[in-house]
């Protein structure tokens, strides 16, 4: 029997890893929208945010993906793939902690009151996607 005390919060961070890259999907997906129609606003770090969004996109899915090849190649995967999959987190981190540090200082700069549930949505986003990717993938590629 193999006992995890921490089972349940592994499973919540795990669910909040993959809502958070539906929400990035959705606020990508209205943002093209609204850039289409001509309807977006501008607002100061829009550009970095959406690059943060688009990295918690390709991060779930590299962690998908890393799951199939685990399960295809019965239990292990390929020393390449794994450093492939470690590098790819490793940018995603990087670009994720960009964009959560951009939204926070615009956060508390003088520059944006009128919405800063777009800039505390962000940077909740990205927390919960740096968390994850050090907590299921980093662990692996770093051999601990």
Not at 71 to 77: E, L, Q, T
Not at 94 to 122: G, M, Q
């Amino acid at each position: 029997l193999i006992r995890d005390d921490a089972y349940i919060l592994e499973l919540m961070l795990l669910t909040l890893f993959m809502l958070a890259a539906v929400a990035a999907l959705y606020a990508l997906r209205i943002r093209h929208k609204l850039k289409k129609h001509k309807r977006l606003p501008a607002y100061p770090g829009a550009a970095v945010m959406s690059a943060g969004y688009a990295a918690e996109i390709i991060s779930v899915l590299t962690m998908l993906g890393s799951y199939v090849a685990y399960s295809a190649y019965g239990g292990g995967i390929p020393f390449a793939a794994g450093a492939a999959v470690g590098v790819i987190q490793l940018a995603c981190m990087a670009v994720c902690a960009v964009s959560a540090v951009t939204a926070v200082v615009t956060l508390f700069s003088e520059k944006e009151k009128a919405r800063p549930y777009i800039y505390i949505i962000s940077a909740v986003l990205n927390a919960v996607t740096i968390s994850a990717m050090l907590y299921y993938e980093m662990y692996v590629f770093w051999g601990c």
